[in-house]
C-alpha cells in the first residue's frame, strides 16, 4: 500500500485566489482526518469524516473552508478565497475508526505545505 | 476543555546520551494514549500506543509511560542517534459515541547533536 497520499506537496497561491488540497486514504480505512500544522499552534483537527460522511466540522476556522469526501477513495480540502493567514502545512490521515480497533494509529501522508502572498 | 501539554518545548543532547519527554493530559473520557515522532517537512508516524490498562510499552530505544492515575504518560529514548532529531508527539483520544476523538500536545522538538 503507498500509504495516504497528498497533492500537491507544495502550493503558492496569491491571496483571495482557491485552494484545493487532495487526500487519498489507505484503502479500506473508514476514517478520514484533516490536520493544519503551525509553528504557533502545533497540529490542529479540522474536520473528520467516518464512512465519507462529516462527522466534526467544528475545527474548521471559517466558512472559507470547506471539506467534501464524495467517495471512499478521495478527499479535498478547499480554501475560498485564501489568506496569507491561512499558511500551514495541511496534513490529511486515516484509520480504521471503530472502538475495538483503536489500537490501530493514525496514518499520515507527507502534508501540503500552503503559502498564500 | 480536554488539553495535552508537552514538555520540554524542545531539547538538545549529545549522541548517544538517553533523555525523557514528558506529557501531561485531562482529556476525559481517556481512551489511548499515543506517542508519535514526525521528522522535518514529513506527517507523524506512530511510535506507541497505549490503552488505559497498559502502563509501559516498548519500540525498540523507545519507551513509553502511562500512569492514568495521574493522567501522565513520558517517552524514554534511550542510546540516542542523530536520527532521533525529530518532533515527539504526544496525542490522547477519548472515546464518545463509539468515536474516538484525539487531542494533540504540541509536540517536544529534539535535536541530537554529534
Known amino acids: 500500500d503507498a500509504g495516504v497520499i497528498q497533492s500537491p506537496r507544495h502550493e503558492v497561491t496569491e491571496m483571495g485566489q482557491e485552494v484545493t488540497l487532495r487526500c487519498k486514504p489507505i484503502?479500506?480505512?473508514?476514517?478520514l482526518f484533516w490536520y493544519r500544522q503551525t509553528m504557533m499552534r502545533g497540529l490542529e483537527l479540522l474536520i473528520y469524516f467516518n464512512n465519507n460522511v462529516p462527522i466534526d466540522d467544528s475545527g474548521m476556522p471559517e466558512d472559507r473552508f470547506s471539506a467534501k469526501m464524495p467517495n471512499a477513495s478521495f478527499s479535498t480540502l478547499k480554501i475560498q478565497p485564501s489568506e496569507p493567514r491561512d499558511s500551514a502545512v495541511y496534513f490529511c490521515?486515516?484509520?480504521?475508526?471503530?472502538?475495538?480497533?483503536?489500537?490501530?494509529?493514525?496514518?499520515f501522508g507527507s502534508g501540503t505545505r500552503l503559502t498564500v502572498v | 476543555k480536554n488539553q495535552v501539554e508537552q514538555s520540554p518545548q524542545s531539547l538538545i543532547i549529545l549522541e548517544g546520551k538517553n533523555c525523557t519527554l514528558q506529557c501531561n493530559y485531562t482529556v476525559s473520557p481517556f481512551s489511548n494514549l499515543r506517542w508519535y515522532k514526525q521528522d522535518t517537512g514529513r506527517g507523524p508516524v506512530s511510535l506507541t500506543i497505549m490503552t488505559f490498562s497498559e502502563n509501559t510499552k516498548s519500540n525498540g530505544r523507545y519507551t513509553a509511560t502511562l500512569d492514568a492515575d495521574t493522567k501522565q504518560s513520558s517517552l524514554h529514548i534511550t542510546a540516542s542517534q542523530l536520527s532521533d532529531s525529530a518532533s515527539y508527539i504526544c496525542?490522547?483520544?477519548?472515546?464518545?459515541?463509539?468515536?474516538?476523538?484525539?487531542?494533540f500536545g504540541r509536540g517536544t522538538s529534539l535535536i541530537v547533536h554529534p
Open positions: 490521515a486515516s484509520t480504521f475508526g471503530t472502538v475495538v480497533l483503536q489500537n490501530y494509529g493514525y496514518t
Open positions: 496525542v490522547v483520544s477519548a472515546v464518545r459515541g463509539g468515536s474516538y476523538i484525539p487531542t
Open positions: 484503502s479500506g480505512h473508514d476514517y
